[in-house]
């Protein structure tokens, strides 16, 4: 995947049109719409303004390898809250995150096993 695909396929995540990169970015809607179809290569000043206004990961944009580092504005508004909180009100919280996250990897392995089991009925 190209640099202009990823920026393309973040917009529309993002559900953010041309129109409003135009006004935040200071790009012409021409350069987006070049940008994103790879016929030029992306400005820096433009990716710079992506970064500071929508905290894009700039490391995924440019080479396709998530930063490890970067926190995306939900991990970083999550972050904000768990900061001011109580020391106990801060351990119920890490307490509830490793439940869910225990049951998220419990789902995952029962449908990878269900997705098995149901080939071995295929072949079997």
Do not use: P
């Not at 920026?7 to 135009?22: A, G, S």
């Not at 016929?39 to 894009?56: A, D, P």
């Not at 919280?93 to 029962?110: D, G, H, P, V």
């Amino acid at each position: 995947m190209t640099i202009g695909e990823r920026l393309r396929i973040w917009r529309k995540e993002n559900k953010i049109t041309t129109t409003q990169l135009q006004e935040i970015t200071g790009s012409s809607q021409a350069a987006i719409s070049y940008y994103e179809n790879n016929k030029r290569e992306v400005s820096i000043t433009y990716v710079i303004e992506l970064y500071k206004n929508f905290n894009i990961d700039i490391i995924y944009i440019l080479t396709g390898e998530e930063d490890k580092q970067h926190l995306t504005n939900e991990q970083e508004q999550l972050l904000q809250y768990f900061n001011i909180c109580d020391r106990e009100t801060k351990e119920d919280i890490l307490r509830f995150a490793k439940r869910c996250a225990a049951t998220q990897n419990n789902n995952e392995e029962s449908a990878t096993e269900d997705k098995g089991k149901s080939s071995e009925y295929k072949t079997g």
